[in-house]
């Protein structure tokens, strides 16, 4: 695929930030990001890259940890991937929500509970291809990392 000059300059920040000595920067931009999400009301983000702020509970602290990540619809599902830049790890969010499945999506003023599953081995193609469709940076993480990254399932909870 072929990026205008600021695609490019994106990918090459990206792949800065997925060495693990950016990992405070991400947190700090992470924050902010969340920061200005509440104060906007979800106002604060991409039109093209629909942005929820998913808040789940650390597996060793047990505290609430909120992330901004960007999603799409499925039916009443949203769909996440844990891409982290195409970083060779998990970004720790995933890791959190193996240990702990439940979580709350924040979509502008909305709270939802969610159960976080895996993409089933034959949703999984339909579900990356949307992924990449709104957001095509996820091939390039893809190619950068040998892990295949998790497409992460978020289900409503009664």
């Given amino acids: 695929m072929e990026y205008t000059r600021s695609g490019k300059a994106f990918l090459a920040v990206g792949n ?3 060495r693990p000595a950016m990992r405070p920067v ?14 906007t009301k979800g106002r604060a983000q991409s039109s093209k890259y629909p942005t929820m702020l998913l808040t789940v509970t ?12 960007i ?8 769909v996440i991937a ?3 830049s195409g970083s060779d790890t998990d970004p720790t969010w995933w890791l959190n929500l193996q240990a702990n499945p439940e979580a709350v999506a924040r979509v502008s ?19 990356w291809e949307k992924l990449v469709a709104m957001y095509p940076y996820f091939t390039d993480y893809q190619q950068r990392t040998s892990r ?9 909870i009664p």
Wanted: aromatic share 8%; charged share 25%; net charge positive.
């Fill in 109 to 127: 003023e909305t709270t939802t509970r969610v159960r976080a599953t895996v993409a089933t081995t034959e949703e999984r193609p339909r579900l």
């Fill in 58 to 69: 650390g597996r060793k602290s047990g505290k609430p940890r909120t992330v901004p990540v």
């Fill in 82 to 84: 844990a891409a982290y």
């Fill in 16 to 18: 800065v930030l997925k």
């Fill in 26 to 39: 991400t947190r700090a931009f992470s924050t902010m990001h969340a920061w200005a999400y509440r104060l």
């Fill in 148 to 156: 295949s990254i998790p497409v992460v399932v978020l289900t409503p």
């Fill in 71 to 78: 999603y799409i619809e499925d039916g009443d599902r949203f």
